[in-house]
């Protein structure tokens, strides 16, 4: 992990100092999954329009690029222009502009438990507030420290903490009483 940040500290380099278009293409290759699923994960499924806003966060990174002072890794410094974008996207839709359909999930008539399970947690993480949905997702889906989430998220790193417990808390109280669903096999009448 430590060469995949040198990696990305020589590439940074070439990039702003020779306005090295290859550069920053390889650091988009080496970044755009990670952005994608974080955007994927906020947007709760929906796949075009977060990857509608993750080409929009490497846009921005590519402009904002001689701004990047290296006080946090380059993949931290990504998820917060993703998750800023996040949020202007949101705005736009709570302001009736440039509103995106909700995405529909389908599954299988008889999903295996592991799927029932995940689509309960992801049910409960929408019923946390905000804030503790995107520390959680920061923290334990995408496995950034407290200290990184509280770079992405511009919150003081206490308040990330306080979220992360809470909303651990909260998932914990609404899950507690998970069970997979069990599906009536219908008598074979023939």
Same mark, same amino acid.
């Given at each position: /992990?430590?060469?995949?940040?040198?990696l990305?500290?020589?590439l940074? &380099?070439?990039a702003?100092?020779?306005?090295?278009?290859?550069a920053f293409?390889?650091?988009?290759?080496?970044h755009?999954?990670?952005?994608?699923?974080?955007?994927?994960?906020? /947007?709760?499924?929906?796949?075009?329009?977060a990857d509608d806003?993750a080409?929009?966060?490497? &846009?921005?990174?590519?402009r904002?690029?001689?701004?990047?002072?290296?006080?946090?890794r380059?993949?931290?410094?990504?998820?917060?222009?993703?998750?800023?974008?996040? =949020?202007?996207?949101?705005?736009?839709?709570?302001?009736?502009?440039?509103?995106?359909g909700?995405?529909?999930?389908?599954?299988?008539p #008889?999903?295996?438990?592991?799927i029932d =399970?995940?689509?309960?947690?992801e049910? #409960? /993480?929408?019923?946390?507030?905000? #804030?503790?949905?995107?520390? =959680?997702?920061h923290?334990v889906q995408?496995?950034l420290?407290?200290?990184?989430?509280a770079?992405?998220?511009t /919150? !003081?790193?206490?308040?990330?903490k306080?979220?992360?417990?809470?909303g651990?808390?909260?998932l914990? #109280?609404l899950?507690?009483d998970?069970?997979?669903t069990? %599906?009536?096999? %219908? !008598?074979?009448?023939?």
């Amino acid at each position: /992990m430590r060469d995949a940040g040198h990696l990305d500290q020589a590439l940074v &380099v070439r990039a702003q100092t020779g306005n090295d278009r290859r550069a920053f293409e390889e650091l988009v290759r080496r970044h755009q999954g990670m952005i994608r699923a974080q955007l994927r994960r906020l /947007m709760h499924g929906d796949e075009a329009a977060a990857d509608d806003l993750a080409q929009e966060t490497f &846009v921005l990174a590519w402009r904002k690029l001689d701004q990047f002072r290296g006080d946090a890794r380059f993949s931290t410094w990504l998820y917060r222009i993703g998750y800023s974008c996040f =949020l202007q996207s949101r705005r736009k839709r709570v302001d009736g502009v440039g509103t995106h359909g909700d995405a529909v999930a389908e599954f299988e008539p #008889a999903p295996s438990h592991a799927i029932d =399970l995940r689509i309960d947690i992801e049910s #409960a /993480m929408q019923r946390l507030p905000i #804030a503790e949905q995107a520390v =959680l997702l920061h923290c334990v889906q995408l496995g950034l420290s407290h200290e990184e989430a509280a770079y992405v998220l511009t /919150m !003081p790193l206490g308040t990330v903490k306080s979220h992360a417990a809470r909303g651990k808390a909260r998932l914990r #109280a609404l899950l507690a009483d998970w069970q997979p669903t069990v %599906k009536e096999e %219908k !008598p074979n009448v023939g």
